[in-house]
């Protein structure tokens, strides 16, 4: 078993956790996040950062803490609206949490690279590259949503993730969508 090969690695468990959520096991899912809260394992937490204006703003998943936060969000809801009229279904099977479709749509448009690239569209001038950091791999949603939103602003996104730079522009991804 994956724990009895590394069994002070949070990944492991993270892995673990996250193949249980997969499979609609919530109570093991709740098992092995206790036994990491009991040996004091603590998953890495995703952020994202954008530079504007030779200042750093760095987000986490959720993030109000922006003096900014209102207007980023607001953006944040007139994004998700724009692109869910172009097609873009948001795919909660992202979200690892036992909680209703509803509240995993809002979990999504919490993630950090999203919050991000909101603040990216209200802070630069249009003809400037949105160019964002990752700490972690972007998740598959951000990556389509990321696309969708080039396409609604006609902006160039750039998101660099712990694997490769992910280039967007109109719609498409350097990637092509191997990530």
């Not at 724009?82 to 993630?111: A, C, R, S």
């Amino acid at each position: 078993m994956i724990l009895e090969q590394e069994p002070d690695d949070p990944a492991a468990y993270i892995l673990l956790s996250n193949l249980h959520a997969l499979a609609g096991q919530w109570r093991d899912v709740a098992k092995i996040r206790k036994s990491m809260k009991e040996g004091n394992l603590i998953k890495e937490a995703g952020y994202s950062w954008i530079e504007v204006e030779n200042m750093v703003h760095r987000f986490h998943v959720g993030d109000a803490s922006h003096p900014q936060a209102q207007e980023i969000y607001r953006e944040l809801d007139q994004l998700a609206a724009k692109i869910k009229e172009m097609g873009y279904i948001p795919d909660t099977d992202f979200v690892l949490h036992d909680v209703e479709e509803e509240q995993k749509e809002q979990f999504l448009f919490q993630h950090s690279e999203k919050i991000a690239v909101a603040y990216g569209i209200i802070s630069t001038t249009p003809l400037k590259p949105i160019r964002i950091f990752k700490n972690l791999h972007v998740c598959g949603d951000c990556h389509t949503a990321m696309k969708y939103i080039s396409m609604a602003t006609g902006r160039e996104i750039v998101v660099r993730d712990s694997n490769r730079f992910h280039h967007m522009k109109n719609g498409e991804c350097s990637c092509k969508d191997y990530w």
